[in-house]
């Protein structure tokens, strides 16, 4: 059950407003690895763990935060449409922005040109639960396995490409207040890096789980002999020069080896058998066409 | 540039149809964490990769081998569907499948509720690139960043996934051909899961990226005061038992901080401006009708 | 900002578990009307917001009640798979639970045929953000126009096929425990329904928007002969006989007339002028074939 | 069964071509709230009616009416895109469009850079069935549920977020051939607007249906107490206001009540028991690795 | 603009219902290939023809034809359902449906388990716009691209993948009124191949288009060395046997040759060079941490 | 099995960067008909195949080639990508590239607002699996039925599609470098619209398949009557011109007959019965409300 305090976490208002950053911004509140990514995610893997409380609790504290980061980007990218194009132009009376940039050619107009037209004839100058593209959030973006191990891994991922999505948006924009809301997402993105990072370490320690995930799959009924196999596909060598080609494993429990030309296992080259003639696909010989009754 | 061999990679052949796990092996084939999200996820890191040649080269091998594990899979789905429910009936010139099923009532005809419809109706007893519920595999499964360390944290987690369900379906399943290629499958995604590991530490030991990535953005320019803050954004503290609450963070850089009830960092409640009447969402209070021209 | 409570709102206990019923009850939680659906779109029509604060924080209040709705689905679920069919047999060293389906022929094992099978193979037997097919959510569902009156309309109307979908649900059940919470869900629709077409009525009464959404268009503007015909399209002339074919409309600004067979008001038949032949598109007559360069 | 009239039901003739307003000129065709939206869900609703014949009949000829009107779009669309930017250059054999926005730095060209890609790539100038940030239309959008109550409040709102867009595209167009078929939609929408209210209020009038959708499930069955309570679940009481939140609810069956601080109806957190070690998700004690066979 | 006849195009009725196959009968209206696919398709083809007037008429008579078809489809999938399962018991006041299938344990419950448990839940036993596996129609099955000889192919195989399922199907049922419909879209399926199929010729004979397409695109400018060649990119020989691998190709231009071993025409190994530092990638050696301002 | 040779199958570099046109050029890489579309669609045909050898084998001949095809594509977006935007500003420490556009207003700058903008945030200037318009690429794009005609008719199209557009993008750009590589692709789907056609004929020699797909399936089945009628739905007689109206059908087993104004071939109305009212449903008549338990 769930509570909403009116003060956001932190501030969300621009210097002025920019169109053209809105679209952009979309990316990190609605994109594959935005703030409504990590949100349904973590919430799911909550209400689905069956660990320890201290795991439970904690995804659903992250993912608690996570709806406040969406509601501050949502309302940045609302306030970075406020003052639009449309009131910007004094003649509005006889020209549409549109007519305009056809025919008056005034540079400024261009950018009308780039903003996510969805943002005005869809959402009358809100945020959209979209990413920079236009393509909507789907939750084929998230994963709540049951399996903490393999989900912390996703959720370490899912940090690092978020972080590394704002820092580039922090370089496409000069508005301090932009930045400094961005500089806010940046930081709690290093601890959530840091936080399933320590997570993991945790679920290690308490001897819940650990690579090969899943790590109570028994070992023996694996085809142990590739288990451990760098199979280089490709011409040349280079591959083989890092740490993945030789040594021990991180696992702890094998020795790379590096196969230059990968053998096949099999002399089968996948040929099919003929089915029933009523399946009406191309045999091997030619059919009498009475196939069906 | 690619060739083919026509031997598999291993072998791919049930001792006897099952349509039933036809169905359910559509989840590695080409669910979201399945073979062809791995392969294609690999190939486009691979051919967008800026670093160093070992890394290209790298995932351009295990890119490859992917390709051979769909091949695999999709051939052993065709197979498992290979004598379907219609060959195995007799009167067939008298009932049809379905039709027996709604009649006659034999329990084996259940079986054929379950089934996967296009398995028959669209690909003629083949494989499909959907998942197990019959969804067509999307690209927004896959990431390709740019950031190596970025995109081989998702690769952990695509293998790790990646095992855990098809361990799944090892318990799904005991026709020991089904099994055997499985256990290959598994094998693979131990050693992928170890190499990913492993190509993690070399690219911090090359000093080409570290914890929190990405690592070349100044943490001067991050809000650092909430870098290493634990918020605890629910009743009770037993998020607070893990090392995620306490100690130093595994990026080395800090030491986290348990904050029990989290601040708002701002009095903004995220109030808007009107805009444009021209856009015709509702006002703070009523206006003219004459909004447009 | 959010926080969370961690008892649920209600009730989420089933008597026993039910994989099929798991099944149908992620059409409520994960489908196009489900409590997913409400969430996301009162939080971004809050969010979005620029009308008086009543209206923002009311709409708030039903989108964060609605993330703990999401919460008792996904616990309902997650407990009706608990004592899984996997569970249930004893033999489980010698037979794969699929296996004895195909051979062993037992009727309750047929139940198998019908789950979904992600809820083991993806979910390790817990709840998914995707419907009752298999479908992942997507906010193509959701809409926040900035126009009140219009995503109020859209509210009763989630709220109406809520309420129905869930109506459905409880009679393909009964059992005692997931009645009961849906009893609960069916109850908050009610209010909800009743919650919605109470704000429509105050957004009229404060002067704010009415019929025809958006009513500050200036209605001198669009082509009024047309704005209460209705245009009988079909042969007979039964659709004749309800109100919307005579009488004053509800916007009380036009009274409606029926039009048997409505004309065409152009002439115009649609041709198009031939483009540029280098968008190498079929001409009305042949071109040379040097069209590039 | 259908017929087609050669002649448009209106006129669809821009004064000129105008690429970039072709692309906002997408989301009334192929978009959420589009022409094909409510073609394809009038159609449905009709050919799925169990009500009496006059409902039947009038969801027909609407959903009839539409086809015309998706035609009267794609038709100025493709008008739209007729005389391409191509045509526009002279020196067209030396640089290519792209090049000479690249090179040449001319501001009409910025223009293309904001042309929907696929318009002259894929439709070779024609219009296409997506909306206008390029989505693919989808019947997701659309819903027919067999109760004509929970419909016709469906397509209430589809009338209005269509006349919504229809209008603010209204103003971002000066030519006078655009707005002439603008105002022609507009003027349909404000029709269907007010016929669905009214065959709303003919539904309540026969006695077929009344709030709370649907109104045959026995109210006896809900969770009375709660079914006309306002939750309150922010902080503040300025959601007291309005009429949602105290006296008679429209269904004219209960008294709205307001919760300032909502309850937990349960004591239950929502914790999940083990499972089946064979799952291989993360148990809450750990497990000896023999769990498969 | 289009009119509605009430008769339908050809019988719908099924002799008894049968909510399985209700399930497999979306696959032609809603699927990849169904007839909404063709409806759309065509309709748009139509709109946007800037060919010839008798191409635009012929197409758009087919397009209008389709939405008769998919009139045919609805039907008699509302039919299949109509008496569902639901009344079948007797003791239905004491029992749900489901429970049913998991306590009482009666062959025809099993049934129930492969339903699409949305044409219940959420269509009240009427069709959806939906495939056979639950996945919602999309426009992305469509193509209009303006060129007709580009269409027109895509017509003949939406017409040959369309009677192929339809012809499947058949087998799939031995309900006499169903396979009185199928019988009629089979027949018009056959036309469909042939018309397209004649409409080929025609624009050949025309002069309109011819192979390859575009034919008005120089072939001086295409890479001519590699117009005509076979390259074998598999072990083995046996791709030479066909009539693809030499003899005169079919668009009369060029003769086929075999290539065994297909040469890479450049040394490039596609490797890329190192961007700004601040897109955060990975570069080809350390780079300073000092990357943004 | 696969294997990758360093060397790409042809050149793919631009003489220079044009983030723009690597806009456009997603088309071809991940769009509808793009090479990713071509490469999985014959690698699933030739995987299903149960057809003779040599059809597998060529079929997994060019589904090999098209992975090269898309490694090119890949290859030349980086490129163009490459001296991205950021890296042309001198100033860049003071301003941001966007900031830039909004306030500093150069030409150039427009181009930015053109740009895919997750090419530079998601991708860090690399290419995507997506479309020009920024669609993720989709399975539903693909198919294998199992019949080798109706597929190779598939072929025949997509290679055609794919032929056309990036005919049409040759004309958008004047980089010698990325013409010289669009003309390897342009000779390459000539080829292979030439190998398809000349794979039907081969088909039809070798006596497996023919006109009316399937073939098999008894003709005696089908409705013969309407099995060679074009029906003319619309008014006018334009579409009685082409050689579809009359004479031999393609096939040889029919003649055209053109009928003008179509009959219905039925009474039948579309009229639905009432269901169970526990399906919530909108019944002809009023129910009594006690309709649950």
């Avoid at 990190?28 to 949100?39: D, F, K, T």
């Avoid at 996570?66 to 501050?72: A, R, Y």
């Avoid at 930081?187 to 890096?193: E, G």
């Avoid at 290690?204 to 690579?211: A, F, H, S």
């Amino acid at each position: 059950m769930f509570f909403r305090q009116r003060q956001m976490a932190y501030h969300a208002k621009p210097e002025k407003p920019d169109p053209l950053f809105a679209k952009m911004l979309q990316e990190p509140l609605g994109g594959q690895w935005g703030e409504i990514s990590v949100m349904m995610t973590y919430l799911f893997q909550g209400w689905n763990c069956r660990g320890p409380q201290k795991y439970k609790d904690m995804i659903m504290d992250i993912g608690t935060e996570e709806i406040g980061h969406v509601e501050m980007l949502a309302t940045m990218i609302a306030r970075l449409l406020e003052t639009s194009p449309i009131e910007q132009q004094e003649d509005m009376a006889k020209n549409s922005v549109v007519g305009a940039v056809m025919g008056g050619a005034r540079v400024e107009d261009a950018i009308v040109a780039g903003m996510n037209p969805q943002h005005y004839i869809v959402a009358g100058l809100g945020s959209r639960p979209n990413d920079s593209a236009g393509n909507p959030w789907t939750s084929a973006y998230t994963i709540a396995s049951g399996n903490l191990l393999a989900d912390f891994r996703f959720n370490v991922t899912a940090e690092s490409q978020g972080r590394l999505q704002v820092s580039r948006l922090y370089n496409m924009t000069n508005d301090p207040g932009v930045r400094d809301m961005l500089s806010f997402l940046i930081a709690r993105d290093t601890m959530h890096q840091n936080q399933w990072l320590a997570a993991i370490r945790e679920l290690e320690e308490d001897g819940l789980e650990e690579t090969p995930v899943p790590s109570n799959f028994p070992q023996s009924l694996e085809k142990s002999e590739v288990a451990y196999q760098f199979l280089n596909h490709s011409e040349g060598m280079e591959s083989q020069q890092g740490r993945w080609a030789q040594g021990p494993a991180p696992d702890g429990k094998g020795t790379f080896t590096y196969v230059d030309r990968p053998p096949a296992y099999t002399e089968d080259e996948g040929q099919l058998n003929p089915v029933d003639p009523r399946t009406y696909g191309t045999p091997p010989a030619p059919v009498p066409p009475a196939a069906a009754e």
